[in-house]
């Protein structure tokens, strides 16, 4: 299954913005993380779901902010109140257990865009 991010787009700070990544059917030990990467800056987590627990996890920058959810072949990623450092590509991704480490993660495609001004 090749996931697939969209959603992104230009808002204001403080605005809301609601990610979506295709997902098709995982199996329920699967795992699901958003990641993010600004311009010269290395790719790092944001946000994961336990695919059959809906167990989630958070980034210290994130956390309060962005919620990470799911549907039967959907993960979503909530963001409120955003900053302009949340500024990135953000990826969605699958593993075969929780990870932080965008390593642990297989990615396709080219990600989803988000441009916070300020």
């Known amino acids: 299954v090749q996931l697939q991010a969209s959603g992104g787009g230009l808002v204001q700070a403080g605005d809301s913005l609601r990610l979506s990544c295709a997902c098709g059917?995982?199996?329920?030990?699967?795992?699901v993380g958003w990641f993010r990467q600004a311009p010269g800056k290395d790719r790092e987590f944001v946000a994961a779901?336990?695919?059959?627990?809906?167990s989630t996890y958070y980034a210290d920058s994130v956390k309060g902010r962005f919620t990470i959810t799911r549907d039967p072949n959907t993960a979503h990623l909530q963001m409120d109140n955003l900053k302009p450092e949340d500024t990135a590509v953000y990826y969605c991704?699958?593993?075969?257990?929780?990870?932080?480490?965008?390593?642990?993660?297989?990615?396709w495609g080219h990600g989803t865009l988000v441009t916070v001004s300020s």
């Open positions: 779901i336990r695919w059959g627990r809906r």
């Open positions: 059917r995982l199996f329920s030990s699967s795992v």
């Open positions: 991704g699958r593993a075969s257990e929780l990870a932080y480490a965008p390593a642990q993660y297989k990615f």
